[in-house]
């Protein structure tokens, strides 16, 4: 027994260098392999925009560069008042305030007297675009690194013999940040069409990491975040709150639920605790210190943030950022319906949108309101069925909505089942209502393809099959 008791202290000294040793070579390897992915990635990318410049969809390019040009001439936080509450004849500008910032921080960088030339020729040169672009490849990057973290996390489900350990579903989720930083339709739409369709995906990819970490808060403020600049991403952002509350997290789903709101507030606030100066006709582009304080508001505002974070302190409680959340987001609605702030923004970015087109499907969709419509079913306003009780009509559009959303729930109920089984197909079951949200809706454009496209690199962790298909 006694040579035994000597050999195992000396067996383990042996072998800790050599553990030492692989663990070394992999961290190497896995770093030249995410240097070697994101260096090709960004070759790709230059190569896709000289490759595709006859391809240009330029109607896009030319609409958010003469609304950049209008902020930089109006200034970018009066452009809404000075607009007006939207109307549905005239010019209608639909971009929420991340977008629009976007847009005049692209067009306020380059030289006021190439703007017109530029335009005016098409410029193809990746120079005049580059913010846009850089803008789209943070993103594309931003979208893999989510998926990386989302597909880990579920990998490390798998049930296994041993404790996991760091390695445990990294290579796998390295192939699937490869798969989501490579997606063609990423490309496509970001670099060679390009559009501004890829903005929310890093925040939803994200939020569902969040969700799989319980941190319900952050993934509500990350929807409302991403509604800012594209707000197609509440059609699903509200799937959040219901899954936290289907798995038994009611107070997540508080969290997530007061979350979403509360980052759109925020973003809104310069709107809600400032006017607009009609007699102040000299502005700059970024022109928040031109415009009058509405003092009430900060104030009401301020003293209810303040309210909420001292109250858990009295009562000897710890700290509650929702509580926080809640008194802030109620706070700045209230100040912006009834004490001086403004709501033009807001109508702006999540209300014009809905009225804008009243058509069934914009361009060449392939969807089910396409599909309606060689039957005859072309207005979107045509009442479908008229509840007799309730005396309400159901217009095409409500019906179509009906229907998105009743299965979108069958989709948060499944993935509430799978997360309580830690299946990894709960992944298929979150990004689903993307798929539906292109396939059943009216007023769909058939690159919103896209917004599923980017989460099917996620498929590969619930297996080759569901990927494939």
């Not at 936080?77 to 109307?87: D, N, Q, V």
């Not at 976007?102 to 335009?119: F, I, K």
């Not at 760091?166 to 930083?181: E, M, P, R, S, Y």
């Not at 999540?350 to 309101?369: A, E, Q």
Request: net charge positive; proline share 5%; aromatic share 16%.
């Amino acid at each position: 027994m006694e040579p035994e008791s000597i050999s195992k202290p000396c067996e383990t000294a042996q072998t800790a260098p050599m553990r030492w040793i692989s663990h070394a070579w992999r961290v190497v390897l896995l770093a030249s392999i995410i240097f070697g992915l994101v260096y090709a990635g960004l070759w790709v990318r230059d190569r896709t925009w000289e490759w595709t410049h006859l391809v240009r969809f330029n109607y896009d390019i030319d609409n958010g560069f003469n609304w950049g040009k209008r902020a930089n001439t109006l200034g970018y936080f009066s452009i809404y008042e000075r607009l007006g509450e939207p109307k549905r004849e005239g010019e209608k500008l639909d971009y929420a305030p991340l977008r629009l910032g976007v847009m005049t921080y692209w067009v306020s960088g380059l030289r006021q007297e190439h703007l017109d030339e530029a335009l005016q020729q098409r410029d193809p040169s990746a120079a005049f675009h580059a913010r846009l672009l850089t803008l789209n490849m943070v993103m594309g990057l931003a979208t893999a690194l989510g998926a990386f973290f989302v597909a880990r996390h579920v990998a490390r489900w798998r049930p296994r013999a041993r404790e996991p350990t760091f390695w445990d579903g990294t290579w796998i989720a390295l192939c699937v940040a490869g798969l989501a930083w490579f997606n063609p339709l990423i490309l496509y739409n970001a670099h060679a069409w390009p559009q501004w369709d890829v903005w929310p995906m890093p925040f939803f990819v994200f939020a569902i990491y969040c969700g799989l970490r319980k941190w319900w808060l952050a993934a509500g403020l990350l929807i409302g975040l991403g509604a800012c600049f594209k707000g197609q991403i509440l059609m699903v952002g509200w799937i959040f709150p219901l899954w936290a509350l289907l798995i038994g997290d009611w107070r997540g789903a508080i969290r997530a639920a007061v979350g979403i709101p509360t980052t759109v507030l925020l973003i809104g606030l310069p709107w809600i605790v400032t006017r607009f100066d009609p007699d102040n006709q000299m502005l700059r582009v970024f022109d928040l210190c031109d415009r009058d304080i509405n003092w009430f508001g900060a104030i009401f505002i301020t003293f209810n943030v303040l309210a909420a974070a001292i109250i858990p302190l009295v009562f000897r409680r710890k700290f509650c950022p929702t509580l926080v959340a809640f008194f802030f987001a109620t706070s700045a609605w209230l100040t912006m319906k009834h004490f001086g702030g403004t709501n033009y923004w807001l109508l702006t970015s999540f209300d014009v949108g809905t009225w804008n087109r009243m058509v069934m499907f914009m361009g060449p969709t392939m969807n089910l309101p396409a599909l309606l419509t060689t039957y005859g079913w072309n207005n979107i306003e045509t009442i479908v069925y008229t509840v007799p009780w309730l005396n309400i009509d159901l217009t095409m559009k409500a019906f179509l909505l009906t229907i998105f959303f009743g299965l979108s729930l069958l989709c948060v109920v499944m993935a509430a089942i799978r997360h309580r089984q830690r299946d990894p197909r709960l992944i298929l079951a979150l990004c689903l209502p993307w798929a539906l949200f292109h396939t059943i809706p009216a007023q769909i454009h058939e690159r919103y393809l896209l917004f599923v496209a980017a989460c099917v690199p996620m498929f590969l962790v619930a297996g080759a099959g569901w990927f494939l298909l």
